[in-house]
């Protein structure tokens, strides 16, 4: 896998002990001991995420023409993503994905809110079809506008030919104060390509829940409020109580794929065709 991380999870990881409720507020802006790995994984992200870079996978990805699967099949296929995780005490990703569809399951939420649990990380095939670890995952923020300090490594954003662009480098940039978010190119990775996936097929908020999930800048920092509308504001309800599952649902039970996936292809067909554009 091309990248400075071990595996896409370090990424999480590192997330996960940003947000963790026990860390102490005067922890939560030293990243001094964050592994080298991860340093330069947003080195690399910060530097290359501009809005010309991101134009172009949109360009790339949005006529979806790049395979046909069922939903399930997308996952098994994930699956294959070979990485330096240990297969005897590491959870492959559909394992994952079924912890949180899981845990959304278990506190009752409906059944597109499970779906979007296990379906919000598909977006991360295109590891498989020799995309960077950085245009893949970690924290989403816009492009075309001034990159906000509340984005985590801020520093790395100096070396961002657009950080310097007169046009990209306002607060608000090309964009229109209050416009919404669905005029702003956010920078690409698996979340914004899989909402052009599911895009036909899921409701409204699994839609948001997908396509910011890792949006950590505005869901989890307050940061870009002046780009939303009162239809995101809504969407974000949704995205927040969309993330504890996404950040906390992970633990070291394995849960039987075999034994859910009766349940969860169900729901599966109910909101999907058997075979999805990707
Ligand atoms: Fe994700």
Redesign the pocket.
């Known amino acids: 896998m091309q990248g400075p991380l071990q595996n896409l999870e370090q990424w999480?990881e590192f997330i996960q002990q940003r947000y963790d409720p026990n860390r102490k507020t005067t922890e939560f802006r030293d990243y001094a001991n964050t592994t080298p790995g991860v340093r330069e994984f947003y080195r690399l992200n910060h530097t290359h995420q501009t809005r010309d870079f991101v134009l172009q996978k949109q360009k790339e990805y949005a006529p979806l023409n790049k395979r046909k699967m069922g939903i399930w099949e997308a996952l098994e296929y994930l699956n294959t993503l070979v990485d330096d995780s240990d297969p005897d005490t590491d959870l492959s990703q559909i394992e994952h994905n079924l912890q949180t569809a899981e845990a959304i399951r278990r506190d009752g939420h409906p059944d597109w809110f499970q779906l979007a649990g296990l379906v919000?990380?598909l977006?991360?095939v295109m590891c498989l079809w020799g995309e960077p670890q950085w245009a893949v995952?970690g924290d989403t923020f816009p492009t075309g506008c001034a990159y906000s300090d509340k984005i985590v490594f801020h520093e790395f954003f100096a070396a961002n030919p657009d950080a310097a662009n007169p046009m990209y480098k306002t607060r608000t940039g090309i964009y229109e104060q209050g416009g919404g978010l669905d005029q702003v190119d956010m920078s690409w990775g698996?979340?914004e390509y899989f909402y052009h996936v599911a895009k036909p097929y899921l409701p409204e908020p699994a839609l948001y829940m997908v396509r910011y999930?890792?949006f950590y800048p505005a869901h989890r920092e307050g940061a870009y409020d002046f780009l939303m509308n009162d239809r995101d504001r809504e969407g974000f309800k949704w995205v927040k109580a969309f993330n504890p599952y996404?950040l906390y649902s992970k633990s070291a039970a394995k849960p039987d794929a075999k034994d859910l996936r009766p349940y969860y292809q169900g729901l599966i067909d109910k909101y999907f065709p058997s075979q999805v554009a990707f």
Do not use: E, I, P
Request: glycine share 10%.
């Open positions: 999480d919000h990380d977006g991360k995952v698996h979340d999930h890792s996404d």
